[in-house]
């Protein structure tokens, strides 16, 4: 994974339908290599496939709640699978605590949420304890966490170090980009190219409100292209 695999995720994810050669005229690469790396990470089961999102609400289920579960010793997986296959369950997690299990549940209005909870949940065995957590409303709906400048890159010590972008050539890293909010010290500006050196970085670029002249000297002594530019 590159931060151009990143990249493709984060537009895939915005658009799934979005044609492959205008996302490859976006990010600046060949058709090719779109496909080749859409197909590297379906295989790899980073894309584990593609699908409508529906808005649940104008179907009719207004209500979205959560459950709490206590279960009987030694029954979570069967009363798991039971609840697998229930299809007002949309999701169910094994978590720890008080309750062992989660799940979460849409209903039309509150006397459908009542018979969901009280009657049909029931009639699962081995369930003591229920508790109802009602959503008032939604403040975030999104499942995903930003990807781009997230995720770490490995470098040859096994350490795992983050940049905002990284460009690789063959397998190789070509370019890494770290940015500053604030004024860079020449300890950040020395753990900056430490970190460019363990990825094999040819090039490194740091933006931020200002850079010192040890990152120039740092770039002649490891013979690295350096590209400085101040952020506003």
Do not use: C
Not at 5 to 26: C, F, G, M, W
């Amino acid at each position: 994974m590159d931060d151009l695999d990143l990249k493709i995720l984060e537009h895939l994810r915005e658009n799934a339908r979005v044609p492959l050669l205008q996302l490859s005229h976006a990010l600046g690469v060949s058709d090719v290599t779109l496909h080749t790396r859409i197909e590297q990470m379906s295989a790899a089961g980073v894309i584990q496939g593609f699908r409508t999102m529906i808005n649940y609400a104008q179907l009719g289920f207004a209500i979205t709640a959560f459950v709490q579960l206590k279960v009987s010793q030694g029954s979570a997986d069967e009363v798991i699978s039971l609840l697998n296959k229930i299809p007002w369950v949309s999701e169910v997690y094994d978590v720890n605590g008080e309750y062992e299990l989660l799940i979460k549940i849409m209903a039309k209005d509150p006397s459908d949420l009542r018979d969901k909870v009280e009657s049909d949940l029931s009639m699962v065995g081995s369930i003591l304890e229920k508790n109802l957590i009602i959503v008032m409303r939604k403040e975030k709906d999104m499942d995903e966490i930003a990807l781009v400048g997230m995720v770490g890159f490995k470098g040859k010590s096994g350490v795992v170090h983050k940049f905002a972008d990284v460009q690789r050539e063959k397998s190789k890293v070509q370019r890494v980009l770290d940015v500053y909010t604030s004024r860079v010290t020449e300890v950040e500006i020395l753990k900056a190219f430490a970190k460019a050196l363990d990825v094999g970085a040819r090039e490194i670029e740091i933006i931020a409100p200002s850079y010192t002249k040890t990152a120039e000297s740092l770039a002649k002594q490891y013979k690295m292209k350096l590209k400085t530019k101040e952020s506003e």
